[in-house]
């Protein structure tokens, strides 16, 4: 501040700006779930459970930006030039899961136990944008399935004070996406494809071990590989 209190700020060169953004969002879930179980025999159970889930995803903003005058404290209703912006998507998603599981019991401290899992999701939409500064055309489209089949054993029992764990589980993924527009693509280096897949078989052993050194204590250890896929919402 200069003398007297006053700001040596220039006002005259403040620029004001209002900005009435907006951000809607909305879901809607419907999943359906059925589980069945059987004791095939006193040492053997089945167990199936199937799951089916359908969603609608929905997104539009909108960002203006109008010139304020603090001195009045009104915006005008006219939008600046170049500085609007918006964007909407529509996303409906559809999936289901099935899987069987068997179990035996092979004796008093040992249980075998097998099963196939099947996973497959489906995610189709639009997206739209208004910008007034990019001049490629943004708008898009994507419509991605992916197909997850895996199948698993696993062996339980007891040598002396030692329980155990070890099982193997085997997947197959079957992925494909489509891009309806790839013209802008090329700004992010990318080769501009419309059509990508990615299919692939991958292992996953897993083994759990626990030791009781007294009534009261156990030493654990447990060691898998996995795999996190990125979610496709």
């Known amino acids: 501040y200069g003398k007297e209190g006053k700001s040596n700020k220039d006002v005259g060169s403040e620029d004001w700006v ?3 953004n907006t951000d809607v969002r909305k879901g ?4 359906i779930n059925a589980d069945y179980s059987i004791d095939l025999t006193e040492t053997s159970n089945l167990k199936i459970a199937a799951s089916y889930e359908n969603s609608s995803l929905d997104r539009e903003l909108n960002n203006k930006n109008y010139d304020y005058n603090s001195t009045t404290d009104m915006a005008s209703s006219t939008i600046r030039t170049n500085q609007e912006y918006g964007l909407s998507d529509s996303t409906p998603l559809k ?4 899987s069987a599981d068997f179990s035996k019991k092979l004796s008093e401290t040992s249980t075998l136990g097998v099963g196939l899992i099947t996973n497959y999701v489906n995610i189709a939409g639009d ?10 055309n943004l708008d898009n489209s994507i419509d991605l399935d992916r197909g997850v089949y895996a199948s698993y054993v696993d062996f339980s029992g007891k ?5 155990y764990i070890v099982g193997l589980r085997a997947e197959y993924q079957d992925q494909q996406m489509d891009v309806t527009n ?6 992010f280096n990318n080769t501009g494809k419309s059509t990508y897949e990615n299919n692939k078989v991958d292992v996953f052993p897993s083994a759990h ?5 007294s009534e009261k204590e156990n030493v654990t250890a447990a060691a898998s590989r996995r795999i996190n896929r990125p979610s496709v919402t």
């Open 18 to 20: 209002d900005n009435p």
């Open 28 to 31: 809607e879930y419907h999943t």
């Open 95 to 98: 999936g289901f899961r099935l």
């Open 127 to 136: 997206f739209k944008f208004q910008n007034s500064v990019v001049t490629k």
């Open 159 to 163: 040598a002396g004070k030692l329980n």
């Open 182 to 187: 790839t013209d802008y693509l090329s700004l």
């Open 209 to 213: 071990l626990s030791y009781a050194i």
